[in-house]
């Protein structure tokens, strides 16, 4: 690689890595530059989630010490993405991606339509208490959400993000936090199946990485730290939704 190309790999990580800390689809700017850079698509797939690994993971530590919640009360929620994460890696090996991508487009439109419904009431300042049926009733929602996190790492961050915000009722900044830690768990079956089949090319991976990580500690800091945080998180997030939305469509 020359040197223009290292630097075109760490400036993608890092616009990637701040919007899958704040919102999600930062994959986006990673896959396409990897595709670009010469790696097949197999190998690109799987390049991709070196970055995903450490920027979910610094971006959820970085949140989780700025608030006040603690992680051992939202395990409960992790759990079923995971399990969700490792049915959807083998559903896989068996659904045409070209009907899937149509149907979670659809579903992107639709909950575009929610998000723009519920515009005003995302920017609670504290976690709005739910009732224990609503808190259980959550785990199918977040099952599914990981069966579509393990087949295709696309918008996975902004179903995540959406299900603690409005079914949760949860902050921008906790949501951000839980999102984060929920996406690195479920990003390590398929991190793990790639390198035994060796698709990652690990150079190229790591200088993605080194942006995406430091792009996940700045958006962090951003939204623990600034009063407009929300309300600049909740723009994208509803851009984000529709841009993927378009690409899954392939609209754009």
Same mark, same amino acid.
């Given at each position: ?41 197999? $190998? ?6 070196? #970055?995903?690994?450490? &920027?979910?993971? /610094? +971006?959820?530590? =970085? !949140? ?10 939202d ?34 439109l ?11 009431s ?18 199918? $929602? ?6 579509? #996190?393990?087949?295709? &790492?696309?918008? /996975? +961050?902004?179903? =995540? !993000? ?23 768990f ?57 841009v993927?939305?378009?690409k899954?469509?392939?609209?754009i």
């Amino acid at each position: 690689m020359e040197t223009w190309q290292y630097i075109l790999a760490i400036a993608a990580g890092f616009v990637a890595g701040i919007i899958n800390t704040l919102a999600g689809s930062g994959s986006l700017f990673t896959l396409p530059l990897l595709l670009f850079l010469g790696l097949p698509a197999n $190998l690109a797939n799987g390049t991709n989630r070196v #970055g995903i690994l450490t &920027q979910t993971l /610094v +971006g959820a530590i =970085t !949140l989780y010490k700025k608030g006040t919640y603690k992680i051992g009360k939202d395990f409960y929620y992790i759990i079923p993405t995971v399990i969700g994460s490792a049915l959807g890696a083998y559903i896989a090996t068996t659904t045409p991606e070209s009907i899937l991508k149509i149907t979670i487009g659809s579903a992107m439109l639709f909950l575009l339509v929610v998000l723009l419904i519920n515009y005003t009431s995302l920017l609670r300042e504290v976690d709005a208490p739910i009732s224990t049926l609503k808190k259980y009733s959550a785990s199918p $929602l977040l099952f599914i959400i990981g069966i579509y #996190g393990g087949f295709i &790492q696309l918008g /996975v +961050g902004i179903f =995540t !993000l959406a299900a603690l915000l409005l079914v949760l009722n949860l902050t921008f900044m906790h949501a951000n936090a839980l999102k984060n830690i929920m996406n690195f768990f479920l990003t390590i079956p398929a991190f793990l199946i790639f390198a035994y089949n060796d698709q990652i090319n690990w150079k190229l991976g790591c200088v993605i990485a080194i942006g995406q990580t430091i792009g996940a500690w700045v958006a962090a800091r951003y939204a623990s730290e600034s009063k407009n945080a929300s309300i600049w998180i909740r723009r994208l997030l509803v851009v984000m939704t529709l841009v993927t939305a378009l690409k899954l469509f392939e609209i754009i």
